[in-house]
């Protein structure tokens, strides 16, 4: 019994002495303080009791305490702590309380109010036209005040290191490798830092021109050639409001009118928030940050964002006035990202018996982010020349006029960088490794010179089943003119192979202009809305749209097309084409039969006026999606080189997207219209995503799509003449469920309506969409914190059935695909 209350009693005692004892109470009339809160960083360790008295076990040197209507204490930790506080005066008592309580100042609010309704007002862009340069610099490093401790400490590795005796010693080759690796980079990080990048970059504005942004010149350590969609990354709050101020995330942040002051000569609010994680357990006075506010313009001066962990990261931009606008002057960022860690446990002083003790000797590495803007230019005249081509344009990309706009020199351990990181990422190949990983922002896996497309591996319909296949295509390794690619696809439920083959000739390096000849064999969902100048994030979303669908028809074709990009905003595509089409339904065409020889022309035309490109080696890259954006097709068939059917098929999309008070919102606007001889195929299917053929569970589930309707029949519903409308509403605030992310809730409504004028001559069964359609529904994305959104859709009006399974749609989002 001794034995085993001996190690008890040891045990409490270690938790009732191993504890600080606080006593708190108010320095004018010695009575204790009840409630006062103590934390730890912006941790609640607890709250006094009656007596003002508190117990506590922290790693913290110093704690806050905190009471409602007195001063705060900063007081550093001891055994035993006795802390006396100094009540406020009824002026500062009334501002605490708005702090301790929790609740955003309204005045803060309706200061933010003012910054967001003047944002467009105090913009540079409600100027006629300004010109201005910039300096960045990219780094990863060690903490500024580690890098004399990190050399002294790879010293002593690498001698330790040089004794052990590796002779028994064995390693996989794999593990040996990452091992060599590792120690290369090490090496290369000791008299250099891990990554630096410097780039000059030159801004040009005009309201009648648009924008314009020419690279003058940069470089990146270990790589000799640049990586093109690197270059428009803009780690800054230039033509970017910070998140913190944006109306759809003031539920996240609490804000507090703190002061106000005279910043270079101007009368300045001084606003602090804080984000909200727990309400209970935060410290009211632990701020995430500072926004500094010009009193007359309203404008935002500076602003100033600190991570809630200490020594995670922070950032700094301030902005300055010319000619009533504001412009960015400089910012500083720094960003925890991860950490360097060794091994440093002792494997050869263990007693036998003993269990080695693994310890970890770490060092933070940081990004570090410096921009600097200058030589600013109000209202100059403008050239037309110099605004063409794409909207971002590299001059010069050696690193020889980096000198010209540097704010200050480069230090040693700078320098060293260059040379230290390009011969470790030569010797390692990384150039290429990062190449492969970029191409994925395009929707292939690259190899070599073969660029591999995602959409091919694998796709799901009615028809089909599942069907696996590949499809690749020769990069500008192995030409810069010719591109030939090919695909098959083999489907498990038609047991039949699909394939196509094709040859890309580029006529320009300056911009898009490739002509084309291909031949195809392959299936396709009848009556599909065009998709031709569509980006591979759009063609992703329509990837399960036919889940349910099995109306397809065969379709062998030849065919030569010319891509053209006109401007940075307009690209055009024409085609001519041989067809050679048949149904894979039971259908009949008038008395034409179920097949047909068909020869057509189509122009596609696509109209961004705010995407922003850049020309690299791989083709046009859009690295920033801007709208609205609008789509258009005309097909022509005619009857000539044997061709069977005479028709015109007209269809446009428009998208819009915007953000406002009430959130984010969506509107796609789209319809078309065919006449002549044209089989079902050639007019339009309303695009349906459920089962109605089925009693299933899954019969009702889909994913979301461009414009597909969840509740809607699939392959029922076709229209020779039909319009659309769809609008999604993003509300405007997020909110925390399970794990770290955020989500939100999306509100949606869509419908469409149609004719067939001749619907009698295609004999197969299906329906006229002559009324009104219409459905509702609500999406929540991040469903419970996941990686995945889920929604359910309600149909309405005159298609509505009574049985309420049959009205219902549910939508599964995959937010990578999204």
Same mark, same amino acid.
């Given at each position: 019994?001794?034995?085993?209350?001996?190690? /008890?009693?040891?045990?409490?005692?270690?938790?009732?002495?191993?504890?600080?004892?606080?006593?708190?109470?108010?320095?004018?009339?010695?009575?204790?303080?009840?409630?006062?809160?103590?934390?730890?960083?912006?941790?609640?360790?607890?709250?006094?009791?009656?007596?003002?008295?508190?117990?506590?076990?922290? !790693?913290?040197?110093?704690?806050?305490?905190?009471?409602?209507?007195?001063?705060?204490?900063?007081?550093?930790?001891?055994?035993?702590?006795?802390?006396?506080?100094?009540?406020?005066?009824?002026?500062?008592?009334?501002?605490?309380?708005?702090?301790?309580?929790?609740?955003? %100042?309204?005045?803060?609010?309706?200061?933010?109010?003012?910054?967001?309704?003047?944002?467009?007002?105090?913009?540079?862009?409600?100027?006629? =036209?300004?010109?201005?340069?910039?300096?960045?610099?990219?780094?990863?490093?060690?903490?500024?005040?580690?890098? %004399?401790?990190?050399?002294?400490?790879?010293?002593?590795?690498?001698?330790?290191?040089?004794?052990?005796?590796?002779?028994?010693?064995?390693?996989?080759?794999?593990?040996?490798?990452?091992?060599?690796?590792?120690?290369?980079?090490?090496?290369? =990080?000791?008299?250099?830092?891990? @990554?630096? *990048?410097?780039?000059?970059?030159?801004?040009?504005?005009?309201?009648?021109?648009?924008?314009?942004?020419?690279?003058?010149?940069?470089?990146?350590?270990?790589?000799?050639?640049?990586?093109? $969609?690197?270059?428009?990354?803009?780690?800054?709050?230039?033509?970017?409001?910070?998140?913190?101020?944006?109306?759809?995330?003031?539920? /996240?942040?609490?804000?507090?009118?703190?002061?106000?002051?005279?910043?270079?000569?101007?009368?300045?609010?001084?606003?602090?928030? !804080?984000?909200?994680?727990?309400?209970? !357990?935060?410290?009211?006075?632990?701020?995430?940050?500072?926004?500094?506010?010009?009193?007359?313009?309203?404008?935002?001066?500076?602003?100033?964002?600190? =991570?809630?962990?200490?020594?995670?990261?922070?950032?700094?931009?301030? *902005?300055?006035?010319?000619? +009533?606008?504001?412009?960015?002057?400089?910012?500083? #960022?720094?960003?925890?990202?991860?950490?360097?860690?060794?091994?440093?446990?002792?494997?050869?002083?263990?007693?036998?018996?003993?269990?080695?003790?693994?310890?970890?000797?770490?060092?933070? +590495?940081?990004?570090?982010?410096?921009?600097?803007?200058?030589?600013?230019?109000?209202?100059?005249?403008?050239?037309?020349?110099?605004?063409?081509?794409?909207?971002?344009?590299?001059?010069?990309?050696?690193?020889?006029? /980096?000198?010209?706009?540097?704010? &200050?020199?480069?230090?040693?351990?700078?320098?060293?960088?260059?040379?230290?990181?390009?011969?470790?990422?030569?010797?390692?190949?990384?150039?290429?490794?990062?190449?492969?990983?970029?191409?994925?922002?395009?929707?292939?896996?690259?190899?070599?010179?073969?660029?591999?497309?995602?959409?091919?591996?694998?796709?799901?319909?009615?028809?089909?089943?599942?069907?696996?296949?590949?499809?690749?295509?020769?990069?500008?390794?192995?030409?810069?003119?010719?591109?030939?690619?090919?695909?098959?696809?083999?489907?498990?439920?038609?047991?039949?192979?699909?394939?196509?083959?094709?040859?890309?000739?580029?006529?320009?390096?300056?911009?898009?202009?490739?002509?084309?000849?291909?031949?195809?064999?392959?299936?396709?969902?009848?009556?599909?809305?065009?998709?031709?100048?569509?980006?591979?994030?759009?063609?992703?979303?329509?990837?399960?749209?036919?889940?349910?669908?099995?109306?397809?028809?065969?379709?062998?074709?030849?065919?030569?097309?010319?891509?053209?990009?006109?401007?940075?905003?307009?690209?055009?595509?024409?085609?001519?084409?041989? $067809?050679?089409?048949?149904?894979?339904?039971?259908?009949?065409?008038?008395?034409?039969?179920?097949?047909?020889?068909?020869?057509?022309?189509?122009? =596609?035309? !696509?109209?961004?006026?705010?995407?922003?490109?850049?020309?690299?080696?791989?083709?046009?890259?859009?690295?920033?999606?801007?709208?609205?954006?609008?789509? /258009?097709?005309?097909?022509?068939?005619?009857?000539?080189?044997?061709?069977? #059917?005479?028709?015109?098929?007209?269809?446009?999309?428009?998208?819009?997207?915007?953000?406002?008070?009430?959130?984010?919102?969506?509107?796609? #606007?789209?319809?078309?219209?065919?006449?002549?001889?044209?089989?079902? *195929?050639?007019?339009?299917?309303?695009?349906?995503?459920?089962?109605?053929?089925?009693?299933?569970?899954?019969?009702?589930?889909?994913?979301?799509?461009?414009?597909?309707?969840?509740?809607?029949?699939?392959?029922?519903? @076709?229209?020779?003449?039909?319009?659309?409308?769809?609008?999604?509403?993003? #509300?405007?605030?997020?909110?925390?469920?399970?794990?770290?992310?955020?989500?939100?809730?999306?509100? $949606?409504?869509?419908?469409?309506?149609?004719?067939?004028?001749?619907?009698? &001559?295609?004999?197969?069964?299906?329906?006229?969409?002559?009324?009104?359609?219409?459905?509702?529904?609500?999406? *929540?994305?991040?469903?419970?914190?996941?990686?995945?959104?889920?929604?359910?859709?309600?149909?309405?009006?005159?298609?509505?059935?009574?049985?309420?399974?049959?009205?219902?749609?549910?939508?599964?989002? @995959?937010?990578?695909?999204?």
């Amino acid at each position: 019994m001794t034995k085993f209350l001996s190690p /008890l009693f040891l045990f409490f005692t270690a938790m009732v002495f191993g504890q600080t004892q606080l006593k708190v109470f108010n320095k004018a009339d010695k009575q204790p303080i009840y409630n006062a809160a103590v934390y730890c960083d912006d941790a609640l360790l607890g709250k006094t009791d009656l007596n003002g008295a508190l117990s506590f076990k922290t !790693k913290c040197k110093k704690v806050e305490i905190l009471a409602s209507n007195f001063e705060d204490v900063t007081a550093d930790v001891k055994k035993n702590m006795e802390i006396s506080m100094q009540p406020l005066s009824e002026k500062r008592g009334n501002i605490d309380r708005v702090v301790i309580n929790d609740k955003s %100042d309204p005045r803060a609010l309706k200061i933010l109010d003012e910054v967001n309704k003047r944002a467009k007002e105090n913009s540079p862009k409600s100027l006629e =036209s300004y010109n201005f340069k910039s300096y960045a610099k990219y780094s990863i490093d060690l903490d500024k005040d580690s890098i %004399d401790i990190y050399k002294n400490f790879l010293a002593t590795r690498k001698d330790s290191l040089s004794k052990v005796d590796h002779k028994d010693f064995k390693q996989k080759e794999s593990d040996k490798k990452d091992s060599l690796i590792a120690e290369d980079f090490i090496e290369a =990080s000791t008299e250099g830092q891990m @990554f630096l *990048w410097e780039k000059a970059t030159e801004y040009k504005y005009s309201k009648k021109y648009g924008e314009k942004t020419n690279i003058i010149d940069n470089r990146m350590s270990g790589f000799k050639n640049p990586i093109y $969609e690197a270059l428009a990354l803009n780690v800054s709050n230039l033509d970017r409001t910070p998140r913190q101020l944006r109306p759809e995330n003031r539920k /996240l942040f609490n804000y507090y009118l703190t002061d106000t002051i005279q910043l270079d000569g101007r009368k300045t609010y001084v606003i602090k928030f !804080k984000e909200i994680t727990d309400k209970k !357990k935060q410290n009211p006075r632990k701020f995430n940050g500072k926004i500094y506010v010009d009193a007359d313009s309203y404008a935002l001066k500076k602003f100033e964002s600190i =991570s809630k962990k200490i020594n995670e990261g922070n950032i700094v931009s301030v *902005w300055k006035p010319i000619n +009533n606008k504001w412009f960015l002057d400089y910012e500083d #960022l720094k960003l925890k990202m991860g950490n360097t860690s060794f091994d440093t446990s002792k494997k050869d002083s263990l007693k036998p018996g003993d269990t080695k003790k693994y310890n970890q000797k770490k060092f933070g +590495n940081y990004l570090y982010v410096k921009n600097r803007f200058f030589d600013f230019e109000i209202d100059q005249p403008q050239k037309a020349s110099d605004f063409k081509g794409y909207s971002l344009e590299m001059k010069n990309s050696d690193g020889s006029l /980096l000198q010209q706009y540097r704010t &200050d020199s480069l230090t040693t351990r700078e320098s060293n960088t260059y040379t230290k990181i390009d011969s470790f990422v030569q010797k390692h190949d990384f150039e290429k490794k990062l190449n492969t990983l970029t191409q994925l922002l395009r929707g292939n896996i690259r190899y070599k010179m073969i660029d591999f497309d995602i959409t091919k591996f694998i796709k799901y319909d009615n028809y089909q089943g599942i069907r696996l296949g590949a499809g690749l295509k020769l990069n500008e390794k192995f030409s810069k003119t010719f591109s030939p690619d090919g695909y098959f696809g083999y489907g498990f439920k038609d047991h039949r192979w699909k394939y196509g083959l094709g040859l890309d000739v580029k006529l320009s390096d300056k911009r898009t202009s490739i002509f084309r000849v291909e031949y195809v064999d392959d299936v396709f969902a009848a009556g599909r809305f065009s998709n031709h100048m569509w980006d591979m994030m759009m063609k992703i979303s329509d990837i399960n749209l036919d889940l349910h669908n099995s109306t397809f028809y065969r379709n062998q074709r030849y065919g030569a097309s010319f891509l053209y990009d006109i401007s940075n905003s307009l690209s055009m595509k024409i085609a001519l084409n041989k $067809e050679k089409q048949n149904a894979l339904f039971d259908y009949q065409y008038k008395n034409m039969g179920n097949a047909f020889d068909n020869t057509n022309a189509i122009l =596609s035309l !696509k109209f961004a006026p705010n995407d922003k490109n850049i020309m690299t080696p791989s083709g046009k890259y859009t690295y920033e999606k801007g709208y609205p954006q609008v789509f /258009l097709n005309y097909e022509k068939g005619f009857k000539t080189l044997g061709g069977d #059917l005479d028709y015109n098929r007209l269809d446009a999309l428009i998208i819009h997207q915007f953000r406002s008070k009430l959130g984010y919102t969506n509107i796609k #606007l789209f319809g078309g219209i065919s006449s002549g001889t044209a089989p079902i *195929w050639k007019n339009f299917e309303i695009a349906g995503q459920n089962d109605a053929n089925i009693d299933h569970w899954y019969s009702n589930i889909s994913t979301p799509s461009n414009f597909g309707f969840a509740t809607m029949p699939s392959g029922t519903f @076709f229209a020779d003449k039909f319009a659309g409308f769809k609008i999604s509403q993003s #509300l405007p605030f997020r909110f925390k469920t399970l794990g770290k992310r955020y989500s939100d809730i999306e509100l $949606e409504y869509q419908s469409a309506i149609g004719d067939f004028k001749n619907a009698a &001559d295609h004999q197969f069964q299906f329906r006229a969409l002559d009324h009104y359609y219409q459905e509702a529904g609500v999406m *929540w994305n991040r469903f419970l914190g996941t990686g995945f959104g889920v929604g359910f859709s309600y149909r309405l009006g005159y298609y509505q059935t009574s049985e309420f399974k049959e009205n219902m749609g549910i939508k599964i989002k @995959f937010n990578l695909l999204n």
